[in-house]
């Protein structure tokens, strides 16, 4: 049912860096299947990032290892990890919106406006909540600037909260317009974003996952955000992973026998409203926590195991 072979070439980096996006509703399991992805990815010597926007997100105990706002190792070669902090995302933007600010008005002689007076008003502004959005949305942005890796692996918040994210850019000069102050910048940064979305857009760059487990609701849900997904940021799915599949070897017995056959019929329901590679993942006992659970839990999902050795860098004789 599922074909390991296109997954490898859904996840596997090219030339370019590649985007992987995990994205589906809460408790479907986006975390573990994204960390694991990178786990895998950083195995085969790509090196990758992984970076959560979910503020419910748990990469820390994972990995056993801290996770902060700016990328940094979880214990493995190749992988890094980031969580975006709201709090520190707000307060950077807040300085970078202020300075922008002054320095306008730095560079301009015998202005009538009472800069002390401006610059109040926009740090009231800068307290709502379309500041606090745009805040999470410029750290965002900035992931698509790290230099050095091969691939960045994003876990994303709930599929609602990720679409708010992505629709921010093409309301940009009107959704944080702080009257003539902020103006000048709108324009470039309206730019910046477009290219993202843009990369987002591009299948060869970007790859945007769905997680789900095998039951109506999830099934349902996924398929109408993916819907929405396409319809109003111009993303496609290309790629589709089913979670907590029970393993055959477990619970001889009619009531998994019946389980295991229900999911098989949502299996085919997925394929069907689905036009993308079907990626398998098998539920375990225990959740897998730490680098060696989630290099093992890998070998269990479809094409992780066999995602492709990065090329070793040519030795140049000197």
């Known amino acids: 049912m599922a074909d390991a072979d296109a997954v490898v070439d859904q996840l596997t980096p090219g030339e370019e860096t590649q985007y992987l996006f995990f994205t589906g509703k809460g408790g479907v399991g986006k975390s573990t299947v994204a960390s694991t992805a990178a786990t895998k990815l950083a195995e085969a010597g790509h090196e990758t990032l992984v970076v959560t926007t979910d503020p419910a997100a748990h990469l ?10 700016e990328p940094t190792s979880v214990g493995q070669d190749n992988l890094d990890a980031a969580r975006i902090d709201q ?7 807040r300085e970078q919106v202020l300075d922008h600010v002054t320095e306008m008005y730095e560079e301009k002689e015998n202005t009538q406006i009472d800069v002390d007076a401006a610059i109040a008003n926009v740090e009231e502004e800068l307290e709502s909540p379309c500041a606090e959005e745009m805040a999470a949305l410029e750290k965002f942005v900035s992931y698509f600037d790290e230099d050095g890796y091969d691939v960045v692996v994003f ?5 609602g909260h990720t679409l708010r994210l992505l629709e921010l850019p093409s309301d940009w000069k009107g959704f944080m317009d702080l009257g003539s102050l902020t103006k000048g910048a709108a324009p470039a940064k309206g730019d910046q974003y477009d290219e993202v979305i843009e990369t987002m857009k591009d299948p060869n760059q970007s790859t945007f996952a769905f997680v789900m487990y095998p039951e109506y609701t999830p099934m349902m849900e996924a398929y109408r955000a993916a819907a929405d997904l396409e319809d109003q940021v111009g993303i496609e799915t290309s790629l589709v992973v089913a979670n907590y599949l029970l393993p055959e070897e477990y619970g001889n017995n009619a009531f998994f026998a019946n389980r295991r056959a229900q ?12 036009d993308a590679p079907l990626m398998l993942a098998p539920l375990r006992q ?8 989630q290099s093992a839990f890998g070998e269990e999902i479809t094409g992780l195991a066999d ?3 990065a090329d070793a860098p040519e030795v140049t004789p000197s």
């Open 60 to 69: 820390e105990d994972i990995f056993g290892e801290p996770v902060g706002h």
């Open 87 to 93: 709090e520190k995302a707000l307060a950077e933007y």
């Open 155 to 159: 876990d994303t918040a709930p599929t």
């Open 263 to 274: 999911q098989a019929k949502y299996l085919d329901e997925i394929r069907d409203r689905f």
């Open 286 to 293: 225990d959740e897998p926590i730490g680098l060696d659970e």
């Open 307 to 309: 995602i492709a050795e």
